[in-house]
């Protein structure tokens, strides 16, 4: 249960584990520029939109290439 996903994706469960973690912490840390945009709009009116496209973009990438490997 633990190993089916990170497997899929061509990877160990620490290596998932590591990948996913960065990942929640650069969306935490999104999170609170768009909580600071909601509070200043002047504040990081493009950046977290740009991020989440870019990163977005990035994980479609990472799909297709554990499906090719698949």
């Known amino acids: ?3 089916k996903h ?3 994706v061509g990877e160990s469960y620490l ?3 590591g990948k996913a973690l960065k990942f929640s912490c650069l969306l935490f840390s ?3 520029k768009a909580l600071m945009h909601a509070i200043l709009p ?3 009116e493009t950046a977290v939109s740009e991020r ?3 990163l977005s ?3 479609q990438k990472r ?3 554990a499906i090719d490997k698949n």
Do not use: A, D
Request: net charge neutral.
């Open 1 to 3: 249960i633990f190993t």
């Open 42 to 44: 002047f504040c990081y």
């Open 30 to 32: 999104l999170s609170l």
């Open 52 to 54: 989440v496209k870019t």
């Open 6 to 8: 990170p497997k899929e």
């Open 63 to 65: 799909r297709e290439s």
């Open 15 to 17: 290596q998932h584990f």
């Open 57 to 59: 973009e990035g994980m």
